[in-house]
């Protein structure tokens, strides 16, 4: 079984920052990727960062040298530092995890509830 634990997030004024936490919880199978990916309304969910099974992290160019993707495999945790915040950075931010099971071989993406952030200008 997997579970996923966000905390952070909430409301910041342009140039403010925002701290969001993963927590993930898992059985008898393996994490691979870990990262953030957001929604703004009336958009599509998109990448803004995310550390690969092999230690990559990938950031979406919006955020490069603001945003700070960490993450703790022993705690099977991820954290997302973002600073510089501003309006476009307003959405409901989701933890993503893929998991890999060594019985099955399956490779499964698994979602947080998501947590909203707000920057007022």
């Known amino acids: 079984q997997v579970h996923l634990v966000e905390s952070g997030g909430g409301l910041v004024q342009t140039g403010g920052s925002l701290r969001l936490s993963c927590a993930a919880s898992?059985?008898?199978?393996?994490?691979?990727?870990m990262g953030w990916f957001r929604q703004a309304p009336g958009k599509q969910r998109e990448l803004v960062a995310q550390?690969?099974?092999?230690?990559?992290?990938t950031y979406a160019d919006s955020v490069k040298g603001r945003f700070t993707l960490s993450r703790d495999r022993a705690k099977s945790t991820v954290t997302l530092e973002m600073n510089q915040l501003g309006p476009a950075d307003t959405a409901v931010y989701y933890c993503?995890?893929?998991?890999?099971?060594?019985?099955?071989?399956?490779?499964?993406?698994?979602w947080g509830q998501g947590t909203q952030v707000t920057v007022s200008s």
């Open positions: 993503k995890m893929d998991t890999w099971d060594p019985n099955t071989r399956w490779d499964t993406t698994h």
């Open positions: 898992v059985r008898a199978v393996k994490i691979t990727n």
């Open positions: 550390n690969s099974d092999d230690d990559f992290t």
